[in-house]
């Protein structure tokens, strides 16, 4: 089982970057797809997740103005998209799949990626 996230790097406040999870070695239509983030410091923090049999989605309300996740099931690939971005999305974004239902809860998910990194400069 392999979710290979990409896509983080250094951007100014108020821009937009897009993240991308591949995931492989699973099947993906059973599974979850969630984004977390860890800011320096602080823990791991849901930030939306994805169905990806149906493509339902559930992001942290805070967020759902400005992020955004979507997948694409013929790639394995599930993306989110970040908007208006502010200097406290500074984080560590991780990609992980749930065998359950939709959750922000870090222990129900069984994989992890390696995490990429977003810094936002102000």
């Known amino acids: 089982v392999q979710l290979q996230a990409s896509g983080g790097g250094l951007v100014q406040a108020g821009g937009s970057l897009r993240l991308s999870c591949a995931a492989s070695g699973f099947t993906f239509d059973d599974y979850i797809i969630g984004w977390f983030r860890q800011a320096p410091g602080k823990g791991r923090e849901g930030v939306s997740c994805?169905?990806?049999?149906?493509?339902?989605?559930f992001t942290q309300y805070s967020l759902a103005d400005r992020f955004t996740i979507s997948r694409d099931n013929a790639k394995n690939t599930v993306y989110l998209q970040m908007n208006s971005l502010r200097p406290e999305d500074t984080a560590v974004y991780y990609c992980s799949a749930s065998s359950g239902g939709p959750t922000a809860t870090v222990r129900l998910y069984n994989y992890w990626g390696q995490g990429t990194l977003v810094t936002v400069s102000s």
């Open positions: 994805i169905r990806s049999s149906d493509g339902s989605t």
